[in-house]
Nanobody, 113 residues
Framework: QVQLVESGGGLVQPGGSLRLSCAAS??????MGWYRQAPGKQRELVAD???????NYADFVKGRFTISRDFTKNTVTLQMNRLAFEDTAVYYC?????????WGQGTQVTVSS
């Protein structure tokens, strides 16, 4: 049974930083990543990382966010720097096992002054 445990959301001022972590268990995962969903908007990819370490970023986070993966601990981490108001959203961990995707419960990130 796949389990995902997210941590690290919270409230931060514009220009600040947060780190999100997701611990996965229960299978061997191919791609691991983060999505986000703002109120009234569709869920969108933020960044993901393949089992081979290849990263993929949405244009709106390039140069600000960094995704990393610890294969020994089965964790994926999203370091978010220079946060802006428009980064406010619920962030979801997502992992893939062959053709099946699994979602975390979501963690709120609020950027506010």
């Amino acid at each position: 049974q796949v389990q995902l445990v997210e941590s690290g959301g919270g409230l931060v001022q514009p220009g600040g930083s947060l780190r999100l972590s997701c611990a996965a268990s229960g299978s061997i995962f191919s791609t691991m990543g983060w999505y986000r969903q703002a109120p009234g908007k569709q869920r969108e990819l933020v960044a993901d990382i393949s089992r081979g370490g290849i990263t993929n970023y949405a244009d709106f986070v390039k140069g600000r966010f960094t995704i990393s993966r610890d294969f020994t601990k089965n964790t994926v981490t999203l370091q978010m720097n220079r946060l802006a108001f428009e980064d406010t959203a619920v962030y979801y961990c997502n992992v893939q096992v062959i053709a099946t995707r699994y979602w975390g419960q979501g963690t709120q990130v609020t950027v506010s002054s």
